[in-house]
């Protein structure tokens, strides 16, 4: 098919589509430029920092045709080209995982998630995550007054909230910080070698994973992250972990899975619980990450609403919801056409990529009124930063609450908060992530 018919500057697609762009953040005033002309518009993919060539795709702009995309699983699909916008070096591999299914594949392995977070399982991760987050703030003011929000308090939050849910010794939890590094930092060279692990303090099971981990090639890179071979330390820690569980059982969301046998939807086998604990380790790792530094970096850019929310706590859970919005960690997903179909007004064919842009969505002045200001008391919000659809994600609500944890005690136990040095941000085109905050902290 022929895509030279739309009239889309070369220089704002380009932007968009090169990973380095956002080194310095998303390119927000080219996609306000393309929002504003197209509802979707066509994107090349051309050969960028040892990548290949990509065929690709049209990029869906606007808050109600991200909504329609993603609502319709027919017709623009995640399993037929997976997820990712780069298309998978591995497509049966990539198929097998939650994320890249279609119902009613999807709609079984939810159920079975759903049952297992039950009442008793979410108030047990409420009460860790608030007591997590303390923890971390009590560290935070013992220290130097100078921290790496980033990397020293907000990183770790997730992955102790990640270690109860996944029932993953806490002393291994820093296994999943390397794991999300290198799948979603796999185009930026800080991150995809990352080893920080060295299994000194974790338990045998890590021990055993670090045996498999791979080692870079003599071009310095590693293997694909999206395939079998890339994660090799991931799904052997996994396939370990399920044998523990099955043998000797705990309180843990996994456990709960696991033990599931009975009913029209069956058990999770091995390989369904290696995929869904990739899904756990690193997409549910590494979205809280960086929204959680993301959230920071809102009220440091605006001392008034800062002020605002240390007056009146009652502010913070539409705080939250608001720096969700402005900083949008997870900036783009991407299905395929299953067949020919129109899409505001575009012209799709069958098996054309189709990319959702949440960052243009959550700042379109169609849904929200002045889109880049920072609003704490925004109202309605509905932005689209957990999705939309049938793979809105299963996580959002443990999010938020650790959002509101650990931001109403970096607020509510400090007197000041300022920057103290510019935030480096991620090489990707994918996640809008956060390597380093330097903040000053009066307490």
Same mark, same amino acid.
């Given at each position: 098919?022929?895509?030279?018919?739309?009239? +889309?500057?070369?220089?704002?697609?380009?932007?968009?589509?090169?990973?380095?762009?956002?080194?310095?953040?998303?390119?927000? %005033?080219?996609?306000?430029?393309?929002?504003?002309?197209?509802?979707?518009?066509?994107?090349?993919?051309?050969?960028?920092?040892?990548?290949?060539?990509?065929?690709?795709?049209?990029?869906?702009?606007?808050?109600?045709?991200?909504? &329609?995309?993603?609502?319709?699983?027919?017709?623009?699909?995640?399993?037929?080209?997976?997820?990712?916008?780069?298309?998978?070096?591995?497509?049966?591999?990539?198929?097998?995982?939650?994320?890249?299914?279609?119902?009613?594949?999807?709609?079984?392995?939810?159920?079975?998630?759903?049952?297992?977070? =039950? !009442?008793?399982?979410?108030?047990?991760?409420?009460?860790?995550?608030?007591?997590?987050?303390?923890?971390?703030?009590?560290?935070?003011?013992?220290?130097? $007054?100078?921290?790496?929000?980033?990397?020293?308090?907000?990183?770790?939050?997730?992955?102790?909230?990640?270690?109860?849910?996944?029932?993953?010794?806490?002393?291994?939890?820093?296994?999943?910080?390397?794991?999300?590094?290198?799948?979603?930092?796999?185009?930026?060279?800080?991150?995809?070698?990352? +080893?920080?692990?060295?299994? +000194?303090?974790?338990? $045998?099971?890590?021990?055993?994973?670090?045996?498999?981990?791979?080692?870079?090639?003599?071009?310095?890179?590693?293997?694909?992250?999206?395939?079998?071979?890339?994660?090799?330390? *991931?799904?052997?820690?996994?396939r370990l972990l399920a044998e523990h569980k099955r043998a000797a059982p705990g309180d843990d969301v996994m +456990? *709960? *899975?696991?033990?599931?046998?009975?009913?029209?939807?069956?058990?999770?086998?091995? %390989?369904?619980?290696?995929?869904?604990?990739?899904?756990?380790?690193?997409?549910?790792?590494?979205?809280?990450?960086?929204?959680? !530094?993301?959230?920071?970096?809102?009220?440091?850019?605006?001392?008034?609403?800062?002020?605002?929310?240390?007056?009146?706590?009652?502010?913070?859970?539409? %705080?939250?919801?608001?720096?969700?919005?402005?900083?949008?960690?997870?900036?783009?997903?991407?299905?395929?056409?299953?067949?020919?179909?129109?899409?505001?007004?575009?012209?799709?064919?069958?098996?054309?990529?189709?990319?959702?842009?949440?960052?243009?969505?959550?700042?379109?002045?169609?849904?929200?009124?002045? !889109?880049?200001?920072?609003?704490?008391?925004?109202?309605?919000?509905?932005?689209?930063?957990?999705?939309?659809?049938?793979?809105?994600?299963?996580?959002?609500?443990?999010? &938020?609450?650790?959002?509101?944890?650990?931001?109403?005690?970096?607020?509510?136990?400090?007197? =000041?908060?300022?920057?103290?040095?510019?935030?480096?941000?991620?090489?990707?085109?994918?996640?809008?992530?956060?390597?380093?905050?330097?903040?000053?902290? =009066?307490?």
């Amino acid at each position: 098919m022929t895509h030279a018919a739309t009239d +889309s500057p070369s220089a704002d697609t380009r932007a968009v589509v090169d990973p380095a762009t956002y080194e310095t953040g998303p390119p927000l %005033a080219a996609l306000a430029r393309l929002r504003d002309r197209h509802a979707v518009v066509w994107v090349d993919e051309p050969a960028l920092h040892g990548q290949p060539a990509g065929p690709g795709f049209w990029l869906v702009l606007r808050h109600a045709d991200v909504e &329609r995309v993603m609502k319709d699983p027919a017709t623009f699909s995640s399993w037929l080209g997976a997820t990712q916008v780069r298309d998978a070096t591995d497509l049966p591999f990539a198929r097998r995982m939650m994320l890249n299914t279609d119902p009613p594949d999807h709609a079984r392995l939810r159920r079975l998630l759903n049952r297992s977070f =039950t !009442p008793r399982a979410v108030a047990a991760l409420t009460a860790a995550v608030e007591s997590s987050a303390a923890g971390l703030v009590d560290r935070m003011l013992a220290g130097p $007054e100078v921290v790496d929000v980033a990397r020293d308090v907000a990183a770790d939050l997730p992955l102790l909230t990640l270690a109860e849910v996944l029932g993953v010794p806490a002393e291994d939890r820093w296994l999943m910080y390397d794991w999300s590094n290198r799948v979603i930092g796999w185009q930026d060279p800080d991150y995809a070698t990352s +080893s920080h692990f060295d299994g +000194s303090t974790g338990t $045998e099971l890590a021990r055993e994973a670090l045996r498999l981990r791979p080692e870079p090639g003599p071009d310095g890179r590693m293997p694909d992250p999206r395939t079998a071979a890339g994660m090799p330390d *991931l799904y052997g820690y996994a396939r370990l972990l399920a044998e523990h569980k099955r043998a000797a059982p705990g309180d843990d969301v996994m +456990s *709960l *899975l696991l033990a599931q046998v009975d009913g029209a939807d069956g058990s999770v086998s091995d %390989a369904e619980f290696e995929s869904m604990f990739w899904l756990f380790a690193v997409a549910g790792n590494e979205t809280l990450r960086n929204g959680l !530094p993301g959230g920071l970096i809102a009220l440091l850019q605006h001392p008034d609403a800062m002020a605002e929310l240390r007056a009146d706590p009652s502010l913070l859970p539409g %705080a939250v919801e608001e720096m969700l919005r402005w900083w949008t960690p997870v900036m783009v997903f991407r299905r395929t056409a299953t067949r020919d179909v129109e899409l505001a007004g575009q012209q799709v064919a069958a098996g054309d990529k189709v990319v959702v842009s949440f960052t243009a969505a959550n700042r379109d002045p169609g849904v929200f009124a002045d !889109p880049d200001a920072f609003d704490l008391r925004r109202s309605p919000n509905p932005h689209l930063t957990f999705g939309h659809g049938p793979h809105f994600c299963l996580g959002a609500q443990l999010a &938020r609450v650790q959002m509101r944890a650990l931001i109403g005690q970096l607020v509510g136990r400090t007197r =000041t908060l300022e920057a103290a040095g510019e935030p480096v941000l991620l090489r990707s085109a994918f996640q809008r992530g956060v390597k380093r905050l330097p903040v000053r902290w =009066t307490a």
